[in-house]
């Protein structure tokens, strides 16, 4: 039971929901950059949201399968394809044995999502299955996919199959998905100078008037060597405060840099776990998964936000999902 790696695609790894606790120990995060299609993805197919799936990087991946196997694709649109036959994306699919998935260049968004019913039947390093490019472990041997790897699965019992699997599997001897999917809307995807909350960072005062009434509002855009560590942004040069770096100190997920060159870098899920740049404002946390999912060249501005609004736009965000996560239970029972 396993997928096979026809074709890597441009960046194709398998994440997680982190690696937490070990950052005092100088070790990353990790994880998907776009947390809420990762989490979605794994409850469309009965998984739990910490579950490993492949991220799938502007150019998709071609996969095939050696068993029959539910999947669900979730993200940036990358015209995702079964023998040739569309896969509907947000939404199921029973896919059979032999199958050849394909994905090709993310026409919006730039990160897609596949999760396989029961998991990728890989090793927990430090508590999570993330790949840690940088460090060489976890994931598929440390590394994104290449063209060759065999990837092993774990396969749900038949007493887990939902009941939609079963019963379209007596009259679909090809791909098979149920009527019902996740509204698109619940994960949304970039706009043409999309705006993006934040809220001040840990050195907002000490940064020039002029640099803090400037920031919201200001015109960026995502430059060509962004990354899994960080976004680096060109637009409106930033002023940092006197006397240039400030201590290192921890880093959080969004927190966005101003190096002397004045251009911002948010830094994202493989962000070092301390930095010496001073942090203007943090990515408000509601927000992150819709930043992972800008390809260079798209532009965004940023707009404040107080924390208390920060707290609850996450909070509406989480019930939200948990109510979506109720009904497909209750759909894959």
Partial sequence: MSLR???????????????????????KVNGAMDELSHRLANA???????????????????LRLDCDAVIAVCGAEMDARVDGQPLPSWRPARVPAGARLEFGRTTRGA???LAVAGGLDLPLVMGSRSTAQR??????????LRKGDVIPLRVPEEAHTPRWVRLLSRSHRGVASP??????????????????????????QLFPLKTRESFAGAAYRVLLDSDRMGYRLEGLALDAPRGGDVLSEGMAPGAVQVPPSGQPIVLMADRATTGGYPVLAVVAAVDLPLMAQFAPGDRLRFELITVLESHALLAARERQLARTAEALRAQLA
């Fill in 5 to 27: 790696v026809e074709r890597a695609g441009l960046l194709t790894t398998v994440q997680d929901l982190g690696r937490r606790g070990f950052q005092h120990l100088g070790v």
């Fill in 44 to 62: 469309l197919v009965g998984n739990p949201e910490d579950e490993a799936t492949l991220e799938m990087t502007l150019s998709g991946p071609a």
């Fill in 111 to 113: 990160r897609a999502y």
């Fill in 135 to 144: 460090g060489g472990f976890g994931g598929f041997h440390g590394r994104a």
């Fill in 179 to 204: 009527s019902w999917s996740v509204a698109h809307t619940e994960v949304p995807l970039p706009r043409e100078g999309q705006v993006i909350r934040a809220v001040s960072g840990r050195h907002w």
